[in-house]
């Protein structure tokens, strides 16, 4: 079995910085692309910014230039630091990663269980 565990949410003000860490474990053979995604409630979930194996990046237009994903391809982790945070980027935020596990041809796309970052005075 495999999972993502996240961290690193909370409140901040206008402004202000945050940093999630999301990190894989559980019997992992190799992890493809990694990244974050977003949810407003009674929506679907909407792409932050993804990163490959090779570190290509992606990022959606509403972040690029303050958000910044990294990762460690040795401790199965993915980072995302945010910068100048606005009001609107209050919201749960979810990481992601395809993995495939030790043993098997499959790759799972496996999803952490969300971490809510407040943005607010």
């Known amino acids: 079995q495999v999972q993502l565990v996240e961290s690193g949410g909370g409140l901040v003000q206008p402004g202000g910085s945050l940093r999630l860490s999301c990190a894989a474990s559980?019997?992992?053979?190799?992890?493809?692309?990694m990244g974050w995604y977003r949810q407003v409630p009674g929506k679907g979930r909407d792409l932050v910014a993804t990163?490959?194996?090779?570190?290509?990046?992606n990022y959606a237009d509403s972040v690029k230039g303050r958000f910044t994903i990294s990762r460690d391809n040795a401790k199965n982790t993915v980072w995302l630091q945010m910068n100048s945070l606005k009001p609107e980027d209050t919201v749960v935020y979810y990481c992601?990663?395809?993995?495939?596990?030790?043993?098997?041809?499959?790759?799972?796309?496996?999803w952490g269980q969300g971490t809510l970052v407040t943005v607010s005075s």
């Open positions: 992601y990663a395809q993995i495939m596990p030790l043993g098997t041809r499959r790759v799972l796309e496996v």
């Open positions: 990163i490959t194996s090779d570190s290509s990046v």
């Open positions: 559980g019997s992992i053979f190799s992890i493809s692309a």
